[in-house]
């Protein structure tokens, strides 16, 4: 067998200790784990993105509210499909209908109450879909910051295991230490590889999701704005 065959990636993790393994096999599921939830979080955001542009835009358009609503509310039944924003829309609009209907003959309206409960239906439903949306982007971040570290320890662990081998010999050579050093920096090359993507997904994602929070929280004042008038 040739040098190069004995440093080969495969031969490295194959020839590694136990601990060694297991820390490289943690890494790579932890990795595998990762990805899937970068590409589903990817998805999920490009979704969100879309469905709130096409929102605002029928929404700005002038088209009547309450037509607005039950044409958002017949699809959330048939297609249960709707969007972040539409979720939101729906929610603030039902409380400000049913807090319309309460104050039905009735001579005074409290404009205030209107307002208040159709702002807290908002909020609540704003609060369930930012935790949708931020699902999972703690797991990126603990792979991105702890995985570095999880495959060091895989690395001294391999270095001390090679240095305690040369205990017997008498002579130490570069080439009888080589392998154990390199077998053990794959465990570092691993970690880093589980963690760079997730730093970047992380990163990325918690800005797409800040953006679409604002747009939000945008809405739903102009929202409140539009029923204060309504009320009025």
């Known amino acids: ?44 955001i490009r979704n969100a993105i879309a469905q709130t542009t096409e929102f605002e835009n029928a929404f700005w358009s002038g088209a009547n ?54 702002r807290r239906a908002m909020r609540a439903a704003y609060q369930r879909e930012m935790d949708a949306l931020e699902s999972h ?6 792979v991105g910051s702890v995985s570095p570290y999880v495959g060091l320890f895989g690395t001294v662990w391999g270095i001390m295991n090679s240095f305690r081998g040369l205990a017997n010999v008498q002579q130490a050579t570069l080439a009888a230490v080589a392998p154990g050093i ?3 920096l794959v465990a570092t090359a691993i970690g880093l590889f589980a963690a760079i993507p997730a730093v970047v997904a992380y990163n ?3 800005h797409d999701i800040d ?7 945008s809405f ?12 009025r």
Do not use: P
Not at 68 to 73: K, N
Not at 211 to 217: K, P, T
Not at 220 to 231: K, P, T, V, Y
């Open 211 to 217: 953006r679409l929070a604002i747009r939000f929280e």
């Open 65 to 118: 509210l309450n037509a607005l609503y039950e044409e958002v509310t017949s699809s959330r039944r048939h297609s249960g499909k709707n969007g972040a924003l539409e979720r939101i829309f729906e929610a603030g609009m039902e409380e400000y209908r049913k807090a319309r209907l309460s104050f039905t003959g009735k001579k005074d309206i409290d404009t205030s109450a209107l307002l208040d409960g159709a």
């Open 204 to 206: 990325r994602y918690s």
């Open 182 to 184: 390199a077998e053990a």
């Open 137 to 142: 982007l703690a797991f990126l971040a603990s």
């Open 220 to 231: 739903i004042e102009e929202f409140s704005n539009i029923l204060n008038r309504q009320a």
């Open 1 to 44: 067998m040739t040098a190069t065959q004995d440093l080969s990636f495969i031969t490295l993790i194959l020839n590694a200790s136990l601990i060694v393994q297991f820390v490289m096999a943690l890494l790579i599921m932890v990795s595998a784990m990762s990805w899937t939830y970068i590409f589903r979080k990817m998805f999920a």
